[in-house]
């Protein structure tokens, strides 16, 4: 928890722990702020019919922090009144249920919060080299592309 006239941070973490909700929300929490947004990414039990087991990630976490930080640099250029950002991505196994991925963003007011947040998971799948595998019952794992990397074929026909 920020003191009234702490420096604004930013907070990044990849982690083969379980990530911890309340962590993040202390993380960003500040008395000249009215809004906390957090988005929380778990793993699904399906995808297209196929039952998930788990997802695996990987990344190459020097180049994964690194651009963590410039989307934070980012955010903090569209939306000035954000204090405080917390990224926590969990990397290794992930059952269903539990998160891949905990945001938290917190302001003054909710509107530039809630934005940041959007924005911030949305820019993260898109230009952070962090890997998916779905592991499926019955079935031969998968890697999995986001639709939103540019470096993917997925958007080829976009």
């Not at 309340?22 to 929490?29: D, G, I, M, R």
């Amino acid at each position: 928890m920020c003191e009234s006239g702490g420096e604004a941070r930013d907070e990044v973490q990849l982690t083969h722990q379980q990530l911890c909700l309340e962590e993040v929300s202390q993380a960003v929490t500040c008395p000249s702020c009215g809004a906390i947004s957090i988005f929380i990414g778990t793993t699904r039990d399906s995808f297209e019919g196929k039952k998930v087991v788990q997802l695996e990630y990987e990344a190459y976490a020097p180049m994964a922090q690194s651009e963590i930080r410039k989307i934070c640099k980012e955010i903090r250029t569209r939306w000035p009144t954000v204090r405080h950002i917390c990224v926590y991505h969990r990397l290794g196994v992930v059952p269903v249920t539990e998160a891949s991925v905990i945001i938290g963003i917190s302001s003054p007011h909710r509107r530039d919060s809630l934005e940041a947040v959007q924005f911030c998971i949305d820019t993260l799948k898109a230009s952070v080299p962090i890997w998916k595998k779905e592991v499926y019952q019955g079935d031969e794992p998968c890697w999995k592309e986001n639709q939103e990397c540019p470096w993917t074929g997925s958007r080829a026909a976009s």
